[in-house]
């Protein structure tokens, strides 16, 4: 009976080793999500800036044509 009740520790101590080798492995998957999403959106953020600076009118024009749709689609009766 001894016997069992520490094979059954050595499961459990087996089995909180693995659950933090696995939190710490999703955690550094996040963290390079995060990483390579922030550095996505930041190049995203220039180009955009870069296309509003070179067409100015054609941009507002844009911003106002999709603000008009977007009142028209939440405006309330």
Request: hydrophobic share 35%; no cysteine.
């Amino acid at each position: 009976m001894e016997e069992l009740r520490e094979k059954t520790e050595r499961v459990k101590d087996d089995i909180r080793e693995l659950s933090g080798a696995a939190k710490e492995a999703a955690g550094e998957k996040f963290d390079q999500w995060y990483k390579d999403g922030r550095d996505k959106a930041t190049q995203l953020s220039k180009g955009l800036e870069k296309r509003i600076s070179e067409r100015p009118f054609q941009s507002v024009l844009i911003a106002a044509g999709v603000g008009f749709v977007a009142g028209l689609l939440f405006r309330r009766r």
